[in-house]
C-alpha cells in the first residue's frame, strides 16, 4: 500500500487546513500516523487514528485545535488544523509505520 498526502499550503495564521491522507490499497485495519517536519527541526509525531476510528493527538501544542479522522470506505485518512500559527509550518506526513506517504507541506504566514 502506498500513501500520498495532500491538502497542504500557504494559510495565514489563525487559518485553517484539511490535509488529505490516501492509501492506494485498504488501510482499514491499519492505525494511521501524522508526523511533521519543520525546517531544519527533528520529526515531531502529532497525530494516530487507530482502525475503528479512535483518534488520539499527541502532539501538546495540537490539542484543541487539530483532528484526526477517517473514512475507510475512501481509504483516506484527514487531519484537520484550525487555528494554525508559523509553528505549524512543515512538511506533514501520514503513514502505517509499513509505509510512508509523499508529505504534503504546510506553510502558515505570520
Known amino acids: 500500500v502506498q500513501l500520498q498526502a495532500s491538502g497542504g499550503g500557504l494559510v495565514q495564521a489563525g487559518g485553517s487546513l484539511k490535509l488529505s491522507c490516501i492509501a492506494s490499497?485498504?488501510?482499514?485495519?491499519?492505525?494511521v500516523a501524522w508526523y511533521r517536519q519543520a525546517p531544519e527541526k527533528e520529526r515531531e509525531f502529532v497525530a494516530t487514528?487507530?482502525?475503528?476510528?479512535?483518534?488520539?493527538i499527541y502532539l501538546d501544542s495540537a490539542k484543541g485545535r487539530f483532528i484526526v479522522s477517517r473514512d475507510n470506505a475512501r481509504a483516506t485518512v484527514y487531519l484537520e488544523m484550525s487555528d494554525l500559527g508559523p509553528e505549524d509550518t512543515g512538511v506533514y506526513y501520514c503513514t502505517t509505520w509499513d509505509a510512508w506517504g509523499q508529505g504534503t507541506l504546510v506553510t502558515v504566514s505570520s
Open positions: 490499497g485498504s488501510i482499514s485495519s491499519n492505525t
Open positions: 487514528i487507530t482502525s475503528s476510528g479512535r483518534p488520539t
